[in-house]
């Protein structure tokens, strides 16, 4: 009989010990989140608050359906917890965000690797706690939190890797591989997140 798919896929943890006592109290401030898609059991990422295991909570779940996210492939990629720049927390403190490929396009499945896709084309960048999309780039249309991109013809269902090449904890280059057998390099330039109009974040 034909497998049959669940939760296959890996899972990502964001901790937060305000005190640095090893020990996380909920009731501190302390969190712990944890993040994951499906791979081939599905295309939707969702986030838990497992800060207190006995009471685990779901923050949020995302899907193509989700707005924003229509380019959204089946969810491989393994949300990369990260920094970026000119996102902060309202104390000034960066605020967590995921990167992650926009997914594999099972089209790859029986055609050759030349054959173009038609979703998981692309990266995002969401908030960690509310899943709410900061940024992208995607051949879908072009807006304030989305690059387009009609270069990117290939699904990107890998992890994502990010550099941080000043030391200042935020991530300002990511490197990321398709299933077209390119590799590319996404360059966050500057101190703030990019508004309409503006292309300080660039794709090479």
Known sequence: SEKIYGVDGSASIYTLDK?????IDPSAGDKVWV????????????????????????LWSINPSTTGFAELGQ???PPVVSAVPGYNQADGSARPV???GAGYDPNKDDHGLATPDVNGRGIFIVDAETGSLIWGVTPSKNESTNILSGAIQ????????????????????IY???????????DLAGVTLPKIGEDSWQLT
Request: charge should be negative.
């Open 98 to 100: 995921l990167i992650f």
């Open 176 to 186: 990321f591989g398709d299933t077209g057998g390119n590799v590319w390099r996404i």
């Open 35 to 58: 993040f994951f898609g499906l791979r081939r059991g599905g295309s939707s990422y969702y986030g838990l608050d497992i800060s207190d295991p006995d009471n685990p909570k779901l």
């Open 154 to 173: 290939h699904s990107v269902p890998g992890r994502v890797t990010v550099l941080d090449s000043d030391g200042d904890s935020r991530t300002d280059r």
């Open 75 to 77: 969810t491989w990629s």
């Open 19 to 23: 005190s640095n006592d090893g020990t």
